[in-house]
Nanobody
Framework: QVQLVESGGGLVQAGGSLRLSCAAS????????MGWFRQSPGKEREFVAA????????RYADSVKGRFTISRDNAKNTVYLQMNSLKPEDTAVYYC?????????????????WGQGTQVTVSS
């Protein structure tokens, strides 16, 4: 079992920044890839970013490339999502998730465990 707890969401004006954190427990965190997804009302959950076990490889959705940065601290069992230049369309519940297979990290079905989500609201 893996427990994931997100934090850092909130309300921010367009152009602002937020940093989300996801604390993991229950398994050896450094052995697995991690991802961030988001879901807006009425929309399907979508991929945002992923990072491999070492932090040496990352992937991003085109919609966030150049604005968001995913990182991890294996000593703290935590993955982060730094979000800059936020736009109203970034408003969503953001979820972190855990997968043993980084190769297909953009696919939601590859993730075994999910956090409860944290709300990010960007006002115009």
């Amino acid at each position: 079992q893996v427990q994931l707890v997100e934090s850092g969401g909130g309300l921010v004006q367009a152009g602002g920044s937020l940093r989300l954190s996801c604390a993991a427990s229950g398994r050896t965190f450094s052995n697995y890839a991690m991802g961030w997804f988001r879901q807006s009302p009425g929309k399907e959950r979508e991929f945002v970013a992923a990072i491999n076990w070492s932090g040496g490889s990352t992937r991003y959705a085109d919609s966030v490339k150049g604005r968001f940065t995913i990182s991890r601290d294996n000593a703290k069992n935590t993955v982060y999502l730094q979000m800059n230049s936020l736009k109203p369309e970034d408003t969503a519940v953001y979820y972190c998730a855990y997968t043993p297979v980084y190769m297909n990290a953009m696919k939601m079905g590859m993730y075994d465990y999910w956090g409860q989500g944290t709300q990010v609201t960007v006002s115009s």
